[in-house]
């Protein structure tokens, strides 16, 4: 099977997931591949904490192997099917605990925007304006700042982001454009033009260049 073309959402992966389920190991491999990095960034938005978001997004990875012999495509497809799995792996890990935390760090952002060759200047530049940016993000209805999130620092999509939310996707659409909004309103400065798309990820701007706009991520 071509690996060739293939990107988190797309019909590629549901060629992947149908293959992973009747026992292709090399297109499991393939799966986690693709989506390893997002559900450790979901687990860690709604955590808080490096050492829970390894466990969980463990957990969450050996259930996609005990489960994915019975996987048959359907509705948001295979991205849905992970994402509704990492968050009930997460909502036990609460139950577990006994307390929630939900809310963007400025360590989630520069996870996310993560530059090599950085050197202690950029770092301390680049931790102080994740602050900002997160607080600002922070301030926004809780809506809006869970689907801001998902989309640009998890980087979800927006059938993804409505699987996780139970939202249908034209209301995750909404919510994000009124999130980034009024995110251009907190953070106007030019050098934090919340529209400028990403080079390296498709979550958002960390530090100066800001939250990508709709058309600068993927659907």
């Known amino acids: 099977m071509s690996r ?5 959402g797309g019909g590629d992966v549901e060629t992947l997931a149908v293959a992973a389920s009747l026992g292709d190991s090399e297109a499991l491999a393939e799966l986690y591949r ?3 990095d997002r559900v450790w960034r979901l687990a860690f938005y709604r955590l808080g904490e490096h050492a829970a978001s390894d466990d969980v997004a463990s957990e969450v990875w050996m259930r996609v192997v005990r489960g994915i012999g019975s996987y048959r495509p359907s509705g948001a497809g295979f991205p849905a099917w992970l994402y509704r799995i990492t968050t009930r792996q997460i909502a ?7 307390r929630r935390r939900e809310r963007l760090t400025a360590d989630m952002i520069a ?6 060759g950085d050197g202690p200047d ?20 809780d809506t809006q700042r869970d689907v801001v999130t998902l989309r640009f620092f998890v980087g979800l999509t927006v059938p993804e982001c409505a699987a996780v939310l139970s939202k249908s996707e034209g209301a995750v659409k909404q919510l994000q454009l009124r999130g980034v909004r009024a995110l251009r309103v907190a953070m106007p400065s030019p050098e934090r033009d919340v529209t400028a798309p990403r080079t390296v990820t498709p979550v958002a701007q ?3 260049s800001g ?9």
């Not at 060739?4 to 988190?8: E, K, N």
């Open 211 to 219: 939250l990508p706009g709709p058309e600068g991520v993927r659907t």
């Open 92 to 98: 036990d890990h609460w139950r577990a605990v006994g």
């Open 206 to 208: 960390a530090s100066g």
């Open 4 to 8: 060739s073309g293939m990107g988190p």
């Open 111 to 116: 996870h996310a925007d993560a530059v090599p």
């Open 122 to 141: 950029d770092i301390a530049r680049r931790t102080e304006e994740a602050r900002e940016l997160a607080d600002a993000v922070n301030r926004l209805p």
């Open 34 to 36: 693709l989506h390893a």
